[in-house]
């Protein structure tokens, strides 16, 4: 049976701080314009959000090439094992969830031996 190795540090999920800066619409006059960005400060919007470690995000992308789970893209946590495999010496079996990297470290943790 196939056996995959990640450095523990890299199952986690990191901070996403994304900016956007306000624009003027296409119907807004400039007044209305000024009176939205004084109403909201800076003149910028922040969403934070957060996100896979990349390394983690690429070892699940390899498994589902691979054929060993599928991707569930429209929600979290609904990968599925499509054929067993070892995550750090963590059996997968079919049907199992592969979960989201900040659930796996749990996983990963309390199911090892």
Not at 17 to 33: G, L
Not at 37 to 57: A, P, Q, R, V
Not at 76 to 104: H, P
Request: net charge negative; aromatic share 14%.
């Amino acid at each position: 049976m196939k056996k995959f190795y990640i450095d523990i540090a890299y199952v986690t999920n990191v901070l996403v701080r994304t900016e956007y800066k306000y624009t003027q619409q296409e119907n807004e006059t400039s007044e209305n314009f000024l009176v939205r960005k004084l109403k909201h400060g800076s003149g910028s919007m922040y969403s934070i959000g957060n996100k896979d470690h990349d390394e983690f995000t690429k070892l699940r992308e390899q498994l589902c090439e691979d054929g060993y789970i599928t991707i569930e893209r429209g929600w979290w946590n609904g990968d599925q094992v499509l054929k067993e495999f070892y995550l750090n010496d963590v059996k997968f079996e079919k049907d199992d969830k592969f979960v989201c990297a900040a659930a796996m470290k749990y996983v990963l943790e309390h199911n090892n031996g």
